[in-house]
């Protein structure tokens, strides 16, 4: 990591800046592929799996009796830490539920709101290197809370066409029956466009490399919304003299391990806690098994020694990071001043960890300093809101001649009209009577 001391505000925006991503050519590469998968469907989706996964099989839904038989080829251990995971999810993102509430805006003016799931909706799961079982959790269960009608995933097989067990439980336990073993761009191209096995869907979720998040990209500029913009993982730690260096390096290395594209970040106020950290990481990193993409991680990833915690707030609300720890002194009070983040950890007994995988919260979140404008997924991203109004005689006698007036002021003649016609019903009615 690289280490800076007390810099000057005004070179904080070139310290802050995320590692660099060659996209030359990248999206000429993505469209091409989306393109032939719209036109060609399954076939082109058989063609570009051989070629990126190595999977040479036509056949890509996965049965009903395979996602069953994979709970009996897990350990229990397993079984039941998904499952309490699961149960902790279901409970935190059924409380986001908002009920409908009617607001009378002035007498006989009646407005009120109503959350309607999306219904067709399409899940991604990166497969590479890690089987990310706990993101069918983070986007399964709020989809199966949510009430989408249709919930379909998407995960690449290895080259014999297998996809990991603890994948096919999760999405089980999510209530997920249609899962597809298509991987990558053309897994986006079929959910988007819809092939003569998958079906389109309205809205896609899920993270991915950068080929996957291009995708997503070119797809929701006229066809499928998506979740947000997404990219390589990222944690900012503000720590004092109060955390421990131990804790703290196991954190920075528990992003850094995702990969050389993602970035971890430390803000101190202690020159001691500083240099402990960034010993306690080479001494760690060196027994980690995905110890190269933790390295190639930690040389674009940077340690700040700051002059106050008014500065590390300052410089993290700036960065507005994916994961944010406070191993600080009284946390919690810390965290209320926090403007700009996806996830926050409060205290040093609260890893990053816990939000990857059990607490609870979800874990698909704004990254690349999203986090200043998008929320992380939740039970809202798969609802729409739909607003309802109904106004009475007397709401529209009241209310008509403030609609007429703003009307007539900004020239749209028919739109008064549809006003005014009424009020001259109303009043021929009252002048009959």
């Known amino acids: 990591m690289q280490k800076y001391i007390n810099p000057p505000k005004s070179d904080w925006s070139t310290l802050l800046k995320r590692p660099a991503t060659d996209v030359s050519g990248l999206y000429d590469t993505v469209k091409k592929v989306l393109d032939e998968v719209k036109l060609e469907g399954d076939q082109a989706v ?213 990969g050389a594209d993602s970035q971890v970040i430390l803000l101190t106020t202690s020159p001691d806690l500083l240099d402990a950290t960034l010993a306690e990481v080479d001494k760690q990193v060196k027994v980690l098994p995905r110890v190269a993409g933790a390295l190639g991680a930690l040389e674009d990833s940077r ?42 950890f409060i205290g040093h007994y609260t890893p990053e960890s816990a939000g990857d995988y059990a607490s609870g919260t979800n874990h698909t979140l704004p990254t690349n300093g999203h986090a200043r404008t998008y929320s992380g997924v939740n039970l809202d991203s798969y609802i729409r809101k739909i607003t309802f109004q109904k106004i009475t005689e007397e709401g529209l006698r009241d209310l008509g001649p403030v609609i007429e007036t703003m009307a007539e002021a900004e020239l749209l003649q028919a739109h008064k009209n549809a006003v005014t016609l009424r009020l001259n019903s109303l009043k021929s009615f009252a002048i009959n009577q």
């Not at 990126?52 to 080829?73: C, K, L, V």
Request: aromatic letters at 6%; hydrophobic letters at 45%.
């Open 46 to 258: 058989a063609r570009y799996s051989e070629k990126f996964d190595g999977y040479t099989g036509n056949e890509f839904q996965i049965p009903s009796e395979t996602i069953a038989r994979a709970e009996s080829q897990l350990s229990d251990g397993l079984k039941a830490a998904i499952r309490t995971a699961a149960a902790n999810i279901e409970k935190f993102h059924i409380s986001q539920w908002q009920p409908m509430t009617r607001v009378e805006t002035q007498p006989g003016v009646i407005c009120w709101q109503k959350s309607v799931p999306i219904e067709k909706v399409g899940l991604y799961i990166p497969g590479g290197t890690a089987p990310l079982f706990s993101t069918v959790l983070m986007l399964g269960i709020p989809a199966r809370i949510a009430g989408c009608k249709e919930v379909i995933l998407c995960t690449p097989p290895d080259k014999n066409g297998a996809v990991h067990p603890a994948i096919l439980f999760a999405a089980h336990m999510a209530g997920i029956k249609k899962i597809y073993k298509i991987g990558g761009i053309q897994a986006i191209g079929a959910m988007a466009h819809g092939t003569e096995t998958v079906p389109s869907v309205y809205k896609i979720f899920g993270p991915g490399n950068r080929f996957v998040t291009a995708a997503k990209q070119l797809v929701s500029i006229n066809e499928t919304t998506i979740d947000m913009p997404a990219g390589p993982s990222e944690v900012l730690i503000m720590a004092d003299e109060s955390a421990n260096p131990a804790f703290v390096a196991a954190d920075l290395l528990s992003q850094a391990e995702h």
């Open 303 to 344: 340690a700040f020694l700051l002059t106050s915690m008014d500065e590390m707030m300052e410089m993290s609300n700036r960065y507005a990071p994916e994961h944010l720890i406070l191993a600080v002194k009284d946390a919690t009070s810390v965290a209320e001043r926090v403007v700009n983040a996806g996830s926050v």
